[in-house]
């Protein structure tokens, strides 16, 4: 497992510029999640401009939060710039399952190929055909039930894949990692799970040789930041304030040592 430390010093020096096309509710905790951890937001979603700044952009995001069909035309011009120019992306499929709207979509911009999928486990299990206990944008199923589903996600589509909850997972296809920390109440608090999304579209934007480093980096971060403002926080309004600054204060050489990281 390579050093995390000079990964997250990249990520700031670079301040990488993610394209953010993502749903109204995460928009504003997303921008201050990529600022606070030294990234650089910008959430352009217009099918008649998003294609040009993808090219513009180190990383793009996509999250079909609060799909329309007019979102979805902007995502996928931006994904056709991002393609071109190999630029890494990251796919949040929100409850792609929900409706055959939502499911149809996300499976349309799957096979589009992200850089990196990254969902609860109800997500990513729906993505293999199981039936999962997914409630909305609520995860019902464990992260280890998604482990063996993620692994062959990621060889079958040759992305990085990860299932995030209670104790992290990503896979490559080939490498395997489990990330502890972070605490219960991160998700109590509305698009800290597609705001991660963002985070790693940074990391992986700077980081553009190791998508799986990328990812991992970016998950320690918010495990640290996420277990630090939970010692700090009365309850969930307490703890997203205390969480952007947790987020801030993390030190390259912190994530270096506080990672909560098991090797498979």
């Known amino acids: 497992m390579a050093d995390l430390a000079p990964i997250l010093k990249k990520?700031?020096?670079?301040?990488?510029?993610?394209?953010?096309?993502?749903?109204?509710?995460?928009?504003?905790?997303?921008?201050?999640?990529?600022l606070a951890a030294g990234a650089s937001p910008a959430m352009v979603h217009a099918e008649e401009e998003a294609g040009d700044f993808?090219?513009?952009?180190?990383?793009?995001?996509?999250?079909?939060?609060?799909?329309?069909?007019?979102?979805?035309?902007?995502?996928?011009?931006?994904i056709a710039t991002a393609n071109r120019l190999n630029t890494p992306w990251v796919l949040d499929p929100v409850a792609h399952f929900a409706t055959p709207f939502r499911s149809a979509a996300a499976r349309e911009i799957l096979d589009l190929g992200p850089t990196i999928l990254?969902?609860?486990?109800s997500e990513i299990l729906a993505f293999s055909g199981a039936t999962s206990a997914g409630k909305g944008v609520d995860a019902?199923?464990?992260?280890?039930a998604a482990e063996e589903t993620a692994i062959a996600l990621a060889r079958e589509r040759g992305m990085v894949v990860a299932v995030t909850g209670a104790r992290d997972f990503v896979t490559d296809g080939t490498r395997h990692v489990r990330i502890g920390g972070g605490s219960a109440l991160m998700p109590r608090v509305t698009a800290l799970g597609c705001a991660l999304s963002g985070l790693v579209g940074a990391y992986a934007g700077s980081l553009r040789d190791d998508a799986f480093m990328a990812t991992v980096a970016a998950l320690c971060q918010y495990g640290i930041a996420g277990a630090r403002a939970a010692s700090e926080a009365d309850g969930p309004g307490s703890f997203q304030v205390r969480f952007l600054d947790a987020l801030a204060a993390v030190t390259p050489d912190d994530l270096a040592r506080e990672a909560e990281l098991e090797t498979l």
């Open 140 to 144: 019902g199923d464990s992260v280890a």
């Open 11 to 34: 990520m700031r020096d670079d301040a990488p510029l993610v394209q953010c096309i993502t749903n109204y509710v995460a928009m504003n905790v997303t921008a201050n999640v990529l």
């Open 54 to 78: 993808a090219g513009i952009a180190a990383a793009l995001l996509v999250n079909i939060g609060t799909l329309s069909p007019q979102w979805l035309a902007g995502m996928k011009a931006a």
């Open 118 to 121: 990254r969902g609860n486990a």
